[in-house]
């Protein structure tokens, strides 16, 4: 009787191992995206976004785009820049760019000002990225060239740049 | 049944032990999980601010050279840099404030060269960033251009901590001196020159145009640096650059001149460095004014104020010293850079120390001082003088080594100011440390006095009149010299090593008569313009025991006076010293024969002595030891010929006694005094009056000091340069 008594703890030791192995198991399943490639698209499209944002601000894109040899802001910039995202971002791809030129008060005080355009940079209306399947937010830091021009020496420009995928897969 | 438990027991503990590795597994690979998605987002974040951190600070190394460039000083560029720094730092806190960005600055002290030779040219310390956001090593043969900081960076709303990141940015330049030659294509003699620029981790710098270069040379004809052409520019690779140069008409670049060039090279991130190819000219000075005449004697006091022109050429009372063969220019660095040592015991010593100098702001023909004269905030450029102050004072030596330094530490500050100046009422006065002189600045005061200037030493003084001409006839019946002299406000401006007063104007001061007044009352007028113009230069050297005196005078009109000309009269005694011991008791002059005539003041009024053969010096002492004080005026040979030319037969030096307070006077005139007021002279409209003199302080006891300095004034015994070289 004694030892009938052992054997079952035993197996009472087993089983609750196997339901606490269960439960963790199961709870590390809810942990899991409910669909992997959700959040995987959502990185790539943050990946995207900061290569994208990378590679114009390395070739000197933006000093182009936005900036005359005097350093002073071309009119039609934001035509520009939509032209040129536009180039770079696929079919399917849908974007939004706002851009700030960060300015700083006697006292330091830091203000980021969207710079004056006509035209949104973006080839989507704002319905478009709520029925989007994946959004995504990227901020982006950029410090343009020398200004080659007396009594000024460079902006630090900051870019939101939404994205998004065009359909839900 | 005993071994089936067993076997029973053994299952159990395999079942749990695989549960429980299944269990850390899933753990383990959840977290790793979770972490990745994470650090993707917080590596581009970073990756954004390294990147951006690194086009802040090209940007602001950029506007720094920019801007010392234009300014020639470091304090507003540097603010100019921190100000950007700033606000880049600010700006990147705020964008990334959503993910909760904290950035933490650094500067550090970073090792960027050591010691070690440099195509010929001798880095002999190392060089640091000095815990600088930026910093400029320029006008060598290899100069750079350096901006470094560190960030620490935590992303907290990413659960990302402890980011750090150093930055660092260069530009380098460094100029093949050895390979400096002349080469001739297609019948044109290029200048040739070789350059290496690279950037930060020694990159070379590979896409430079002939735009990116400017080159100065030496234009000898128009003693100016000039922008040379660069006609080739030969790509090398590597970041090495052949340049072609022509002069600024697209000629040669003459000999010696091809080899003294300025180079400056911006890339095309906008960064400047400039670089020399020399770092120092090296002059060997002679004094001939007392070694070779007096022999091996001490004369601690020989120190000469000497000026140094931008074409290399130098100047004792604007005169230049003479010297066989060609120039080295000086080049054009903010003049706060520049330094100047000079040997202690002659040519042959190694041993170089610094000495007193400063860079002075004149007129383009180097006559007249200008209101910027101690302006240090610019290049050394066309009407600058460099002065320092060279001392002959070991008895066994005649020449000395000077050597004319540009630091290459962009942060050089400039030299100390060791003149003082001091305003006293309607006076001011300025110290040199061995005497102090006086002088009324502005023209309403200066009707009060009678003198131009005073020197003060030790506890006595002497007053020195400029250019006094003619007398009147007081209500009284007395007679009151001078009938007229220079007018105007001084400008007064002192540098750290020589101080200025000078002024350049038409203002004549007239004494008359008052009508209807007391005996001895008179009506002080300025008439402007007067009867001439005058310009009137006092300058006093540091730590030295003369003021320099340039003078020059042009009649405007023709002028009648009662006969009375001097050229500079000498004055001591006042109301308050009459009778007492500190006055002057004793009077010498040298004369044509080179003796010295001298002789005693009596109080009462009255003629000591009246000397038409007086020559070199002139001055008034007591002999009171310690106590003792002396002054005297050393004018030169073109002040004697001067005062000797303008009324042939009439000049004296007369040395009296006057009836007010008794004053010592010595008169040097160019027309002596007669008191008759039927005799009159005339000076013609167009008459030029001009000469130098130096006007010394000593100790009294005697008349020795005169007699031993007196040709340091005198042309012909001016120093010379011996040698000249320019090197690195």
Not at chain 2, 176 to 179: F, L, N, Q, T, Y
Not at chain 2, 710 to 714: A, G, K, Q, S, T
């Given at each position: 009787m004694k030892c009938r008594r052992g054997m079952a703890r035993l197996l009472e030791a087993v089983v609750a191992a196997i339901i606490v192995a269960t439960a963790l198991s199961v709870s590390y399943f809810y942990l899991l995206?409910?669909?992997?490639y959700v959040i995987r698209g959502g990185t790539d499209l943050e990946k995207y976004g900061f290569d994208t944002l990378n590679t114009l601000a390395r070739q000197g894109g933006f000093d182009r785009v936005i900036f005359d040899a005097s350093g002073e802001i071309v009119p039609n910039w934001d035509q520009q820049m939509r032209v040129v995202l536009g180039s770079i971002f696929p079919t399917g791809i849908l974007f939004n760019m706002t851009v700030y030129n960060s300015t700083i008060s006697a006292d330091r005080f830091v203000t980021l000002t969207p710079l004056p355009t006509?035209?949104?940079?973006?080839?989507?209306?704002a319905s478009a990225f709520l029925n989007a399947g994946q959004v995504s937010q990227v901020t982006f830091i950029y410090t343009t060239k020398y200004?080659?021009?007396?009594?000024k020496g460079f902006y630090v420009l900051v870019f939101d740049l939404q994205l998004a995928r065009a359909t839900r897969i | 049944m005993g071994r089936r438990r067993g076997q029973v027991i053994l299952m159990a503990a395999l079942a749990m032990a695989l549960l429980i590795f299944s269990v850390v597994i899933s753990i383990y690979s959840a977290s790793t999980s979770y972490q990745q998605m994470r650090y993707n987002q917080a590596t581009e974040t970073i990756n954004n601010l390294r990147e951006d951190f690194g086009r802040a600070l090209i940007g602001v190394l950029a506007k720094f050279t920019q801007r010392y460039n234009e300014t020639a000083e470091m304090e507003s560029p540097r603010i100019l840099a921190y100000y950007l720094f700033s606000y880049w730092t600010r700006s990147a806190s705020r964008a990334f404030a959503a993910d909760g960005v904290q950035l933490n600055f650094t500067l550090s002290n970073i090792t960027l060269q050591y010691p070690g030779v440099f195509f010929g040219f001798n880095l002999t310390e190392a060089r640091f960033t000095?815990?600088?956001l930026a910093k400029l090593f320029w006008y060598t043969p290899q100069s750079m251009s350096v901006v470094s900081a560190s960030f620490d960076a935590n992303l907290t709303g990413q659960g990302f901590y402890g980011w750090h990141e150093d930055a660092l940015f260069l530009l380098n330049m460094t100029l093949?001196?050895?390979?400096i030659h002349q080469e001739s294509i297609n019948g044109t003699n290029y200048a040739v020159l070789n350059v290496y620029l690279n950037r930060e981790y020694?990159?070379?710098?590979?896409?430079?145009?002939?735009?990116?270069f400017n080159i100065a040379y030496f234009d000898s004809v128009g003693k100016s640096w000039r922008n040379a052409i660069v006609s080739l520019l030969s790509n090398?690779?590597?970041?090495s650059y052949t340049l072609y140069l022509l002069n600024a008409t697209g000629q040669e670049i003459p000999s010696p001149y091809y080899k003294y060039l300025l180079v400056w090279a911006q890339d095309t991130r906008g960064i400047i460095v400039e670089s020399y190819t020399y770092t120092y000219v090296e002059y060997t000075i002679q004094e001939n004014a007392i070694r070779n005449v007096l022999?091996?004697?001490?004369?601690?006091?020989?120190?000469y104020a000497l000026e140094t022109l931008l074409n290399g050429s130098m100047l004792w009372f604007n005169t230049p010293l003479a010297q066989s063969g060609g120039f080295v220019p000086i080049p054009m660095p903010p003049v706060k850079q520049f330094r100047v040592y000079s040997t202690v015991?002659?040519?042959?010593?190694t041993n170089l120390v610094e000495i007193p100098s400063q860079v002075e702001v004149w007129t383009p023909d180097y006559l007249t001082p200008t209101?910027?004269?101690?302006?240090?905030?610019?290049?050394?450029?066309?009407?600058d003088k460099l002065v320092f102050l060279v001392n002959f004072?070991?008895?066994?030596?005649?020449q000395q080594r000077v050597r004319i330094y540009w630091l290459f530490d962009a942060d050089a500050p400039p030299p100390a100011y060791r003149v003082s100046i001091n305003s006293s009422g309607i006076y001011v006065d300025i110290n040199n440390t061995v005497y102090t002189a006086r002088l009324v600045p502005n023209q309403g005061n200066s009707?009060?006095?009678?003198?131009?200037i005073s020197m003060y030493y030790g506890s006595y003084h002497a007053e020195f009149l400029i250019n006094g001409v003619g007398w009147v006839r007081m209500n009284g019946g007395g007679n009151w010299i001078p009938h007229i002299l220079p007018g105007g406000d001084w400008n007064v401006l002192v540098g750290p090593i020589r101080a200025v007063a000078y002024r350049a104007s038409a203002d004549v001061m007239r004494v008359e008569p008052k009508p209807g007044?007391?005996?001895n009352d008179l009506l002080q007028l300025v008439d402007s313009p007067g009867a001439f113009n005058h310009t009137d230069i006092v300058l006093i050297p540091y730590g030295t025991k003369y003021i320099q005196l340039y003078e020059d005078i042009t009649w405007r009109q023709t002028w009648t006076d009662h006969r009375y000309y001097s050229f500079l009269t000498m004055i001591s005694g006042t109301s308050s010293d009459?009778?007492?011991?500190?006055?002057?008791t004793n009077w010498a002059h040298q004369r044509t024969d080179l003796s010295v005539h001298s002789g005693t003041y009596s109080?009462?009024?009255?003629?000591h002595d009246i000397d038409s053969?007086?020559?070199y010096w002139y001055g008034q002492y007591n002999n009171?030891?310690?106590l003792g004080f002396g002054e005297a005026v050393l004018p030169n040979l073109a002040y004697v010929n001067a005062i000797k030319g303008l009324f042939p037969g009439s000049s004296r030096l007369w040395i009296w006694t006057s009836a007010d307070f008794a004053r010592r006077v010595l008169d040097s005139l160019a027309y002596m005094y007669d008191?008759?007021?039927?005799h009159w002279m005339t000076i013609p409209a167009g008459k030029r009056v001009s000469w130098t003199a130096g006007i010394w302080a000593y100790g009294g006891n005697g008349y020795g000091d005169l007699d031993t300095y007196?040709?340091?004034?005198?042309e012909a015994y001016y120093p010379t340069i011996v040698n000249i070289t320019g090197g690195m």
């Open positions: 995206p409910a669909n992997p006509n035209v949104t940079i973006s080839n989507a209306d200004i080659n021009a007396p009594g | 000095n815990n600088q093949d001196v050895p390979s020694g990159q070379p710098v590979e896409d430079l145009s002939p735009s990116n090398n690779g590597g970041g022999g091996p004697i001490p004369k601690p006091d020989e120190t015991n002659g040519p042959s010593d209101l910027q004269f101690a302006d240090w905030v610019r290049r050394f450029d066309v009407g004072a070991n008895s066994s030596i005649n009707w009060a006095v009678d003198w131009t007044g007391g005996a009459q009778g007492s011991a500190i006055r002057v109080s009462s009024p009255g003629t053969n007086f020559m009171r030891g310690t008191g008759d007021i039927s007196y040709r340091m004034f005198v």
